[in-house]
């Protein structure tokens, strides 16, 4: 187990403040407080990243790695279902709608990941997913945009025509 020290002059305000292990390993709650620049005990020496290294390390994240779970906001419009969820840092060709009788079903694939050391990760380039239960009476068709790292996708009333699979606009 580290011992932790304080790092910042952020240290003993009870809010705002975090610790750097003696390896250089942040922890704790990471908030910026006005006037508080983190301390991280160590140089940063910036390298020029391959176009080889990136490829082979979003290859070797997209081995291991299970689909980040995308939150969504579902509401009724007249004449569709309206579906949006934020995935950032992908693009349309990234992404895929399928829709299946009573479920919908987005996702977008692994888009990059650089060979980084991160003092704070909590997502990747892509490798999102999400399956929505649709109620009855939508699936007549699909219109989807992505937009600003926002996808829309607008599921119309009707009888379910089939299934489907297509790309955002």
Not at 36 to 57: A, G, K, L, M
Not at 72 to 79: F, G, I, M, R
Request: charged fraction near 20%; include cysteine; charge should be neutral.
């Amino acid at each position: 187990m580290h011992e932790y020290k304080p790092a910042g002059p952020c240290h003993g305000r009870g809010f705002g403040t975090h610790a750097v292990c003696p390896t250089g390993v942040p922890s704790g709650l990471w908030r910026r407080t006005p006037g508080c620049v983190p301390n991280y005990d160590r140089e940063v020496t910036p390298e020029q990243t391959s176009h080889q290294e990136v490829r082979e390390t979003t290859a070797a994240t997209g081995r291991t790695m299970r689909p980040q779970s995308v939150p969504v906001n579902v509401y009724e419009a007249p004449e569709a279902l309206i579906v949006v969820a934020p995935f950032p840092a992908v693009t349309p060709d990234d992404v895929t709608i399928e829709l299946s009788p009573a479920i919908l079903r987005i996702s977008a694939r692994l888009r990059s990941s650089g060979p980084r050391e991160y003092l704070l990760r909590e997502w990747e380039y892509g490798g999102y997913e999400r399956e929505i239960d649709l109620p009855q009476g939508y699936g007549s068709r699909v219109e989807a945009s992505l937009t600003n790292g926002q996808l829309v996708v607008r599921v119309l009333r009707g009888p379910l025509a089939g299934p489907l699979s297509m790309r955002p606009s």
